[in-house]
């Protein structure tokens, strides 16, 4: 990431929200359930989801595990990077 712009990243963050969102919604779980389930605000969740707000490793972790993106087969990046910070 160190080569990266501040607009890439942004871009970045924008894309991670976007199949977050898809996720959830394919999960069937409201954006306040979500927030409850990662014990946060419902507005840190909308700022996920927009890609205003980055998540933390741990975030990412608890996301996977409350979004059952093991099982979600587009969701690869996800997997991949709950999988790099656990090891």
Excluded: C, P, Y
């Amino acid at each position: 990431f160190l080569d990266w712009r501040e607009e890439e990243i942004m871009d970045f963050a924008k894309e991670i929200g976007v199949r977050i969102k898809r996720l959830r919604v394919r999960a069937g779980i409201s954006q306040e359930r979500l927030a409850v389930l990662l014990s946060m605000a419902r507005s840190t969740v909308s700022q996920i989801e927009s890609g205003t707000r980055k998540l933390s490793a741990e975030e990412i972790v608890t996301l996977s595990q409350v979004l059952n993106v093991s099982q979600a087969g587009e969701s690869a990046f996800l997997r991949a990077r709950a999988h790099e910070t656990t090891d």
